[in-house]
């Protein structure tokens, strides 16, 4: 199950509307070993593609450096479909290489950037199996 604060799944849909048409994609990190999602870190779909998503190398580098000098790991990766249901893809699948981490997925094909219906769903990604899990949103933790 996926615990998340109410501030983050806001910060998410809000990425995923600010970028629609385009997918948006980002992580969430915190302690190494906790499973808490805490530090909301936006980044830029270098594809700029509203039908894939791919993260800058460079940028992605110097997260995991920062991340690594922070003690902290991905607790979440997300990013949007902007005009299919909120469920990985197959290259979803094979880019998922964190086998710790929630995929987080939100589907912004109801409401593009308005505000509106949304699907908010998370997966734990493993060897290409794909398993749904409860989201439970709370004010704090």
Known sequence: MLTITQELQ??????ARADHPDEACGVIAGPVGKGRPERFIPMLNAARSPTFYEF???????LYREMDDRDEEPVVIY???TATEAYPSRTDISYANEPGAHYVL?????CGNEEGPFSFR???IVDGEVTEEEVAVVESY
């Open 106 to 110: 939100v589907s912004t094909a109801e």
């Open 56 to 62: 800058d190398s460079s940028d992605l580098l110097k």
């Open 122 to 124: 998370s997966f734990r």
């Open 79 to 81: 990013h949007s479909h």
């Open 10 to 15: 806001d910060r998410i849909v809000a990425h």
